[in-house]
């Protein structure tokens, strides 16, 4: 199985020349559409949602990511091989799906052992697909990475910053994501389930419930999301319209 | 075949993470994905369309909804058995599709069985994910819903009230659903057809037509939809922008 | 393998009614949405969407496109047969794929002969599920469309008018797409690269460059887009909005 995860949007032919691309190369390829609706260039919040299905997704599966701002300069495109493999460029896309991967290493794509499986020339501008795409249809049909790259330090790659951070009692937190309700995702995970948590930049003190119901419409809340990190939320209603936050802002938040 | 209806949106992991958790247990299903942007929490529309899918798809197909303001409080999760299958929240989304469905029986799914097959804890906002998704990819599989539910009185089951009033010669009908073009979807089925629809609260008199292209750009009128209900249009123009409408809301209407 | 290119939007039940007609018909098709989201009613668009992908898909493809306005009224419905298929409203959607097609023959659909296939009504306001659909389904599946349709002349159908024209040393260029990043896409093909290009009508003189990252975030640029075709972008940014230009709009350009 290999899935797609991007922010080419859905308008035009660029999904679509993706996996016929694809298809042509595998045509027995499993090809599963996670989103390509990513925010255009946010490279934090890809990895989020590659993070996210990686931890449902069976041994052996492929994930190609395709978040890239820095499309035909120096960025290298990589094949990260473990328990399930990542296909991605190496600007941090990686980051977070990272930690759930057992790696065995990683392989830096040469263009041209790839136009050799392809046979097609490889645009400046659109590698999702003419090398990230068919990378993933290869590996899913068996060909190892060795065959269109070579091997590079898996410490080599590139990491986004996304560590949560502690000054005191007060924890200095990242919003990594905003889903398409308006709930606010923060980078903490395996924290101690408070009765309260307080949102020190809104003077607001939220109860940390199990989920969205357990409140009055519009009410806010806290509560552990279906993604194990702190989520802020306002039932049936955005959280980040009333915050006004969007990824990549800073919050300081103490659990209660 | 499994469907997937949603509202989850298309931007986030969602869609994806259930789509790889129901691969994980069931690698050969066929998902055709309907749609995941049923307007949000609006549980007629997902029903309406639901409805549609149910009507053109073969014998056998087990049709998966979550539109699910309700999850994680006291809503039962439930399956219902015929010669298709439904496998949605029990709030009222099951109710158009199911006046084409011949209804064995009908189950609760219990969690705690469910969660023998899937292996991964139940969250208390992503059923669609943890219940719904896995439910639909075990039956797709042969697995009958008496292992992960237990059977349930068919009549028990919640239903919204889509039924047409008529009031002398005018109806009291409801908007059940708006499509992406702006056409409004009344909830008046096996009419005798008319010359003409007068829409009572805006003082307008419809032709009643086969086609939007038998009207001038611009025009308003009646007709025939592809869904068998009886649909006001502007051809290419939006009817529900002209008439201000939205689902939910009722209309009186005189067939002449 | 069939591909669906359509302006039905992701919203409503009516691309998953055209997949589950398709399934019910030949269940072991694999359908690949390449887009449902062109822009309503613009043939020309589609037609660009459509080329992109033919280029890239194995021989044996079959492409259905619906971008459809003049459904149930004269137009027809049309299958063009050759290294790869063509399903499409004969209104000129045909046009750009064709140039990337050994065409052998034209065959105009009979909607009495595929309701056979199908077993369904057809409706006035939805071929993609009645007639479209079924036809790619059937044609994938082995079905030739003499036994749903009737030859007609290759020449008789209609095109659209898109080639570039030249006065002096100046060429009238169309736009033909706009994708989601804003980046402008122009009707000419295989020219000798410049080292700049001149937008007439704004008093611009614009690098032709390889990439988008080879300018400063902000900054115009012209460039061969992975689509072989003339493109007009802002590094990062949107150059239809700075230009103001929508699809069908022309432009005076000089290659320098």
């Given at each position: 199985m290999i899935t797609l995860t991007t922010d080419?949007?859905?308008?035009?032919p660029y999904v679509g020349e993706m996996k016929v691309a694809m298809l042509r190369i595998n045509p027995n390829a499993k090809i599963v559409d996670?989103?390509?609706?990513?925010?255009?260039?946010?490279i934090l919040e890809g990895s989020f949602v590659m993070e996210q299905v990686v931890k449902y997704s069976p041994k052996g599966t492929v994930h190609v990511g395709v978040i890239d701002p820095?499309?035909?300069?120096?960025r290298r495109a990589i094949v990260i091989e473990g328990d399930q493999y990542l296909v991605v460029p190496d600007n941090g896309l990686a980051t977070l799906p990272l930690k759930h991967i057992k790696v065995k290493s990683v392989y830096e794509i040469i263009p041209d052992k790839i136009r050799k499986f392809t046979g097609w020339e490889i645009s400046s501008t659109f590698h999702g697909r003419d090398i990230f795409g068919p990378a993933g249809a290869l590996i899913e049909k068996g060909i190892h990475p060795e065959e269109f790259g070579r091997e590079i330090p898996v410490d080599s790659i590139v990491k986004l910053n996304v560590e949560p951070r502690k000054e005191g009692d007060v924890w200095i937190l990242k919003v990594i994501y905003i889903d398409d309700f308006g709930n606010v995702i923060l980078n903490?995970?395996?924290?101690e389930k408070p009765r309260t948590v307080e949102l020190l930049d809104f003077n607001l003190r939220l109860p940390y419930l199990?989920?969205?119901?357990?409140?009055?419409?519009?009410e806010m809340l806290a509560l552990p999301g279906s993604h194990d990190y702190l989520e802020i939320a306002v039932n049936m209603g955005s959280a980040a319209e009333r915050l006004n936050v969007k990824v990549g802002d800073e919050l300081r938040v103490r659990l209660l």
């Open positions: 080419f949007g859905l308008k035009g996670v989103t390509h609706s990513v925010t255009r260039h946010s820095g499309v035909g300069t120096e903490l995970e395996n924290y199990e989920t969205y119901g357990l409140v009055e419409k519009g």
